[in-house]
């Protein structure tokens, strides 16, 4: 009979199905699994979720690139976890810690019970095996810089199976958020390969999935070069739900791959995707006016963590090459100069126009949406030509018949702002800034450029005047921001290797960002961090402009979407997401 | 003669085609650069005849139907004609008399605003301005060099031959855009307008030389052969004599029609080096630079009025494609 063969059929290749994804494992009952509150979902399903670009590397230790630790994220856990949303640190893999008086020392106690994506145990000798790795000079881990505090390396020990000691050689402010996304490596896997010096080699793209363990709530299933990433459950991970049941509820989690934003938001619309990350506004607007009766899931999480700016060239270059740059660098070094373009600069436009409304003006480094940490208090003064002309008067400039800006040595008052070809939204602010600089007799050319070769005029070759550029999104707290505002900084982007402080607000930025980072009360650091954002915000060594709401989308069928404003702001309880049937077989026919 | 008579008409409506974007600045209802912030991508204003009144000859301008729905209310402005408005200089003198435009505080836009309010119409025939004119010379530069190069190597034969088509050739196997990127990466950074606008000329004029060059010296090669010319060296005639005298003339046809095939082709050549940034930069309106916006896929699925300098690129290079045809044919019937 046919159609029972077809029944037959279709039984076979759902039993296929099924076997192809590992059931979760039931819990035992010694394991110290960690309980979430979220409503309880379902089983089974696969999301996809677009990427923009491939992994380079599944090695969390030697893994330097945005997209690489993505997918490593979901395959890898840490001891103690920033929840994205509440951007507070939560228990992880340390069930618990302790925080000695003096703010040097933290225990942590490991749960218990708990095992690896091959169900081999983990303790307290994973987690000093992780640490030599991290710490180890001679595999030199991006990593690495977060765990030398004044020179030394965290030092670590272990009490017994289930609890590790650390010991700063100073105190650190919210040490315990260094630990998160540190993950833990299984040392009965690396440790091998460590000794024999070829860790560097370990978990290359190539490896087979096997080899790959982690403690994340997925592990890799398949990789095929160039198409996609396919994840499948850990069925031993250390969560479960309110109904005490293992999670992730996602039978497979795949990455798929595709370069620009428009190309991801285009599979999205298809149905191929199931998550968009973050999206333009203008694309944001466009799944608005698209979303039909079923609808996608559209969130407006309000301001990200990012803030964009106009960054003038402060560099000590020497005065042989680029004579041009030296002589304008003299208008860049005067704060009133400074002062008058943020005057002028009409942020509400930008705001408008390259963020089609959704996004936030900007006076000062930290966004409103950093609830723990902005300054509230930092003056938002209105656009006001009139403020900039008399500022730029008092800084000796004059206007000439044409209403070309001047500077004290008769000099016409042109600059350009490079910006990455790539992205719209920062065109769009050059540009509008570009008119309302006009307004002031400022000539200004907006230069078009490659991002790499952008990235290069600024960390390199320092051939630039000015151009616009955005940071900030990772951890929300003040210790994130310390290679920017310390003077030798790896991102102090206006003077790039200063020796020492070049001014006096400098030096007070030095001292108050390295107290703040040894003072342990959140009150008293608070206060410190309020006067760093007070100073930045009065000598303006970058020009804020505008900072972009988060927006993501998701389709209708995914449950528990709790998208936040840290990064990543759709997959952080990925382990959590769950697909509606319903909805899931309507997809599938 | 017929080809004259069906020359005419293509070269009477390219004239005409020209003259438009040569009084971009009477016939451009605002200034191309003025940004009104608060209209950004607004679709084209629709006209309306009628009103409680009944008809009107002269049309009422009115915002779109999605504006006039959300913010502001439905007020309709007359048409009105030679306006005064913003100044533009043009023949060397500063003038406000516009063609069209209506009482202030309406706007008309007729083709639609882009994403900072600026005016679409006066930017496409701004921007046609300048895509245009480094079109046309481009082609001047390109073909003076191909005729150069191309007569020299052709009347000259041998080792001359030789070198300047090998130098042709390497011309035309490099990969152009990547140069590009590359002279961009060291040229300043802060250029000024008529400086780009003259690179942009200078780049495509310069690259554009190889093909028209070769044609021209297989031209040359088989006319230094003919009798005429053979006989007049023959009674003494110089080279230049000869290269003025009966050479280059019998080059002129091929070069007209070089000429207006050449012509859209720049034009887009310009409209993509702008598309990518390399080309003229803002505020300053270019075909090309207008097009970059609809890299964004929304704004190509949303503002359909954007795709406008597209229409006007294929316009301008139908019109040169069929002067081209025409003037081909012409040339054979006047050869046979």
């Excluded at chain 1, 008293?524 to 988060?550: G, H």
């Excluded at chain 2, 505080?105 to 301005?129: E, H, K, N, W």
Aim: hydrophobic fraction near 45%.
């Amino acid at each position: 009979m046919p159609r029972t063969v077809r029944l037959c059929l279709l039984l076979q290749v759902f039993a296929i199905l099924c076997l192809a994804a590992p059931s979760p494992d039931p819990l035992q009952p010694k394991e110290e699994v960690q309980l979430c509150k979220e409503n309880a979902g379902h089983y089974g399903g696969r999301l996809v979720v677009g990427l923009r670009a491939e992994p380079k590397t599944l090695n969390p230790v030697t893994a330097e690139d945005a997209v690489s630790r993505e997918v490593i994220a979901e395959l890898t856990a840490d001891l103690v976890h920033i929840n994205r949303s509440t951007q507070q640190s939560e228990p992880a893999l340390a069930k618990s810690w302790k925080v000695s008086a003096d703010g040097l020392s933290y225990t942590l106690k490991l749960r218990r019970g708990i095992r690896f994506s091959d169900g081999q145990p983990f303790d307290a000798d994973d987690v000093l095996f992780s640490f030599a790795v991290y710490t180890d000079e001679k595999i030199d881990s991006p990593q690495r810089d977060l765990l030398i505090i004044n020179g030394k390396p965290i030092q670590v020990t272990k009490l017994d199976q289930y609890t590790v000691h650390f010991i700063l050689a100073r105190p650190y402010a919210a040490a315990e958020r260094i630990f998160d996304s540190l993950a833990i490596l299984p040392r009965h896997i690396l440790e091998k390969p460590y000794r024999e010096g070829q860790f560097l080699q370990q978990w290359s793209l190539n490896t087979p999935p096997s080899h790959m363990v982690g403690l994340g709530p997925f592990r890799l299933k398949q990789y095929l070069p160039g198409q996609r990433v396919v994840l499948e459950r850990n069925p031993y991970y250390w969560k479960a739900d309110s109904a005490k049941r293992r999670l992730p509820y996602l039978d497979e989690l795949v990455f798929v791959f595709a370069a620009n934003e428009d190309a991801r938001l285009m599979q999205f619309e298809a149905g191929e995707t199931d998550v968009v990350n973050r999206l333009s506004a203008q694309n944001y607007s466009l799944l608005t006016r698209q979303s039909g009766p079923s609808g996608f899931q559209l969130q407006d999480l309000g301001p990200s963590t990012e803030y964009n700016f106009l960054l003038l060239n402060l560099n000590d270059i020497g005065s042989s090459h680029l004579p041009d740059l030296e002589r304008k660098q003299a208008w860049f070094r005067d704060l009133r100069f400074r002062q008058a373009l943020s005057a002028a600069v009409d942020r509400d436009s930008i705001v408008r126009l390259a963020y089609g409304g959704r996004g936030t003006p900007l006076w000062g480094n930290l966004s409103p949406g950093n609830k723990l940490w902005v300054n509230s208090a930092i003056p938002h003064p209105q656009l006001s030509l009139e403020a900039a002309r008399q500022l730029l008067k008092s800084a000796g400039f004059s206007w000439n018949s044409s209403g070309t800006l001047i500077d004290p040595s008769r000099q016409p008052v042109q600059f350009s702002i490079i910006v990455a070809s790539s992205n719209s939204q920062r065109m769009q602010m050059a540009t509008i800034v570009q008119d309302d600089l006009s307004k002031l007799g400022i000539q200004v050319s907006v230069v078009p450029m490659e991002f790499r070769a952008l990235l290069q005029r600024v960390f390199q070759t320092y051939n630039y005047e000015a151009t616009i550029l955005g940071l900030g999104g990772g951890d929300a707290d003040p210790n994130a921001e310390m290679n920017v505002w310390v003077s030798n900084g790896s991102t102090h982007l206006w003077h790039l290797g200063e020796a020492h402080p070049a001014t006096a607000w400098e030096a007070d930025l030095d001292r108050l960002m390295n107290q703040q980072m040894l003072t342990l009360n959140y009150k008293r650091r608070k206060r410190l961090f309020d006067q760093v954002q007070r100073i930045i915000a009065a000598n303006l060594p970058l020009i804020f402009l505008a900072t972009p709401d988060v927006l993501v989308a998701a389709s209708p069928a995914v449950g528990n979407f709790h998208p936040a404003v840290l990064e990543p702001n759709t997959l952080w309880n990925i382990d959590q997401l769950y697909l509606n049937r319903g909805a899931e077989m309507a997809r599938s026919h | 003669m017929p080809h004259r008579r069906t020359l005419l008409l293509p070269a009477a409506l390219l004239a005409l085609w020209h003259l438009v974007f040569i009084c971009a600045g009477f016939l451009a209802p605002y200034d191309p650069a003025e940004q009104d912030r608060d209209l950004p991508y607004t679709a084209p204003a629709h006209w309306q005849f009628h009103d409680s009144q009944g008809f009107h000859l002269r049309p009422y301008v009115c915002p779109p139907h999605d504006l006039a729905a959300t913010s502001q209310p439905q007020q309709c402005y007359p048409l009105q004609f030679f306006v005064h408005g913003w100044r533009y200089s043009f023949a060397g003198m500063r003038w406000s008399v516009h063609l069209f435009g209506v009482p202030t505080p309406g706007r008309i836009a007729i083709l639609g605003t882009d994403a900072y309010g600026r005016d679409m119409c006066s930017r496409l025939l701004f921007g046609g301005r300048i895509s245009l004119a480094i079109g046309l010379l481009a082609v001047l530069v390109s073909l003076l060099a191909a005729m150069l190069i191309g007569t020299v190597s052709g009347y000259y034969g041998k080792w001359t031959d030789e070198l300047l088509m090998g130098g042709a050739e390497l011309f035309l196997v490099v990969p152009w855009l990547y140069f590009l990127l590359a002279l961009r990466a060291m040229l300043p950074l802060h250029l000024s307008a008529s400086a780009t606008f003259l690179l942009v000329v200078g780049v495509i004029g310069s690259l554009g030389w190889a093909r028209p060059m070769r044609l021209i010296r297989g031209l040359v090669l088989s006319a230094r052969e003919r009798n005429y010319v053979l006989a007049a060296r023959g009674f003494g005639a110089s080279d230049a004599y000869l290269l003025r005298r009966h050479i280059a003339p019998s080059t002129a046809g091929v070069l007209l029609t070089q000429a207006a095939l050449l012509v859209p082709q720049f034009v887009a050549a310009e409209a993509a080096l702008s598309f990518f940034g390399l080309g003229v930069s803002e505020p300053v309106p270019s075909w090309g630079n207008m097009l970059a916006v609809l890299q964004q896929y929304s704004v190509l699925v949303s503002y359909w009025w954007m795709l406008a300098p597209a229409f006007a690129l294929v316009i301008t290079s139908v019109m040169y494609c069929w002067l081209a045809e025409v003037l081909q044919r012409s040339l054979k019937s006047f050869s046979i």
